[in-house]
């Protein structure tokens, strides 16, 4: 393999000894081989890096017996992004949740609720049930992409996945990272970046959801519910909930929430979701940048067993049967700990998933 390097490697020498104090140069398994004398290393490995990307390689930094070993290998610039697919899967995705909010908000249970309630409002609550799911779903994997943006990884566009309308509307959408990442911070980032996002909408959406909600008197409740009763089932609101209704409290009325209520519910549940420590998903990579393998695979069979027992028997089967693939996620500079301020705010990490879990049956 050391023939790749035939013509550049005095200048790849010459980038690393910028950046590192060089003991050893050499080649391993055809792999041009530093190891560097140097004890904190995640700034310097970073803007060499960058260095790196542009002569077309990469560089990867293991500790091995107390030796900090820096590679450096090829790179293959990703391909450009495709702009079509993602383009008719959006378009089909906008179709579904639309055409979903629309068939929710015939429910006769909003004419029972909303004495008046007739065409023009089914087709208002509709749309902007949709502009409120699809946003939520949006800016969460925009987080995503600013984030990779930040960190110079290239990112494939939002791939919106449509989903069964009158049942699930979307399935939500995901973004392919085209490129490893340089350390456990960006690793950290790019997990975290989606669900933050996500969130911070999901609560405007919640407000919005009080704003439009129908007032009951207490004595007309056990009438709407008899009613209702008919017509669907209840969810379990998340904790969030309960502390925003906090603002709109009226004393002897119960609140009935438009179908843009489901939109707010459901942008809960897949930030809470998503933030669980399995690999597939976004807090895979928030709690394997501060955990071990070993850890962190812990961490993953327990988060199956709430899963479980909180009653998402579909997401974990699915997870599960995913997991048989052992995948691991590690950045190229496996030396360089999460930073400081990074673990703090894994306390805010926790409150999110706390405001917005939703538990599908009784966990005790």
């Not at 004419?111 to 502009?131: A, E, K, M, R, W």
């Not at 566009?157 to 990272?177: D, H, K, N, S």
Request: charged share 15%; net charge neutral; proline share 5%.
């Amino acid at each position: 393999m050391s023939f790749v390097y035939d013509g550049v490697i005095d200048s790849l020498k010459l980038t690393v000894e910028r950046h590192f104090n060089v003991a050893n140069t050499y080649f391993e398994a055809g792999v041009l081989t530093f190891e560097v004398l140097d004890g904190d290393i995640k700034v310097a490995f970073k803007s060499c890096l960058a260095e790196l990307k542009k002569m077309g390689f990469l560089a990867s930094a293991r500790r091995e017996q107390s030796v900090i070993k820096l590679r450096v290998f090829p790179y293959n610039r990703p391909a450009r992004n495709d702009v079509k697919i993602p383009l008719v899967l959006a378009a089909a995705t906008v179709g579904t949740v639309t055409v979903d909010g629309i068939l929710r908000s015939s429910s006769p249970i909003f004419s029972i609720i909303s004495p008046g309630f007739g065409l023009n409002s089914i087709i208002v609550n509709g749309v902007l049930f949709s502009l409120a799911l699809l946003g939520i779903i949006f800016i969460h994997e925009m987080g995503h992409k600013i984030s990779a943006k930040i960190d110079g990884v290239a990112a494939s566009l939002p791939y919106f996945i449509p989903g069964l309308p009158g049942v699930l509307p979307t399935l939500g959408a995901v973004i392919f990272q085209k490129e490893p990442l340089a350390n456990r911070d960006d690793m950290f980032d790019l997990g975290v970046s989606g669900p933050v996002a996500g969130f911070v909408v999901a609560v405007l959406v919640t407000f919005l959801t009080f704003e439009t909600a129908v007032w009951v008197p207490m004595d007309r409740y056990q009438q709407v519910l008899e009613a209702i009763s008919g017509q669907g089932t209840f969810v379990q609101p998340p904790l969030i909930f309960y502390l925003i209704g906090m603002f709109y409290e009226r004393p002897g009325y119960v609140p009935f929430f438009m179908t843009v209520g489901f939109a707010a519910w459901l942008g809960m549940v897949v930030t809470a979701l998503n933030l669980m420590p399995i690999w597939q998903l976004d807090g895979g990579r928030i709690f394997r940048s501060f955990l071990s393998r070993r850890q962190h695979l812990v961490a993953s069979y327990a988060a199956l067993a709430l899963l479980v027992l909180a009653g998402y028997y579909f997401m974990a089967l699915l997870l599960i049967l995913m997991m048989g693939r052992s995948v691991d996620i590690v950045p190229l500079d496996e030396v360089s700990p999460l930073s400081f301020w990074r673990k703090i705010s894994l306390i805010g990490v926790a409150a999110m998933f706390i405001l917005s879990f939703v538990p599908l049956s009784r966990i005790f």
